[in-house]
Nanobody
């Protein structure tokens, strides 16, 4: 079993930055992709970013390119999502997830383990 715990969310003003973290624990494994998704109130969960095991493959939703940066530290089993210049429309619960599929997937159905999410609220 794998547990994913997100942290770093909060209430911020527009224009601020946040760094979300996702720590994986439990079963020891390697060569997995990690992804970030978000779900705003009344909307479907949407893909935000994903990264491969070697971090050489990183993918972003068009809506967040240039604003979000995903990275990972395999020694710490942790992924990060740096969000700059936050906007009210970035308000959502942010989830991280793990996938064993290759190439790095960008759809939620390809991810097997999920965290509980961290709330990001951006005020205008």
């Amino acid at each position: 079993q794998v547990q994913l715990v997100e942290s770093g969310g909060g209430l911020v003003q527009a224009g601020a930055s946040l760094r979300l973290s996702c720590a994986a624990s439990g079963r020891t494994f390697s060569n997995y992709a990690m992804g970030w998704f978000r779900q705003a109130p009344g909307k479907a969960r949407e893909f935000v970013a994903a990264i491969g095991w070697t971090a050489g493959s990183t993918y972003y939703a068009d809506s967040v390119k240039g604003q979000f940066t995903m990275s990972r530290d395999n020694a710490k089993n942790t992924a990060y999502l740096q969000i700059n210049t936050l906007k009210p429309e970035d308000t959502a619960v942010y989830y991280c997830a793990v996938s064993f599929r290759s190439p790095v997937p960008t759809v939620a159905s390809a991810y097997y383990y999920w965290g509980q999410g961290t709330q990001v609220t951006v005020s205008s």
